[in-house]
């Protein structure tokens, strides 16, 4: 899944975004790469 437009959520916003679209179940598992098309060299890790 690839996002089309740019927000900015809190992370409360972000993990709420991802409940209410796949649950809370232990089945679910989500992954969030982050690009950086700046042309950085950090990464971010988000656990849910």
């Known amino acids: 899944m ?3 437009t740019d927000e900015t959520l809190t992370p409360t ?3 709420n975004r991802v409940l209410n679209a796949f ?3 232990s089945d679910v598992l ?3 790469n982050h690009i950086n098309a700046g042309g950085g060299d950090s990464h971010c ?3 849910v």
């Open 13 to 15: 916003e972000r993990v």
């Open 30 to 32: 989500v992954i969030s």
């Open 45 to 47: 890790v988000t656990n």
């Open 23 to 25: 649950g809370n179940d």
């Open 2 to 4: 690839t996002r089309t």
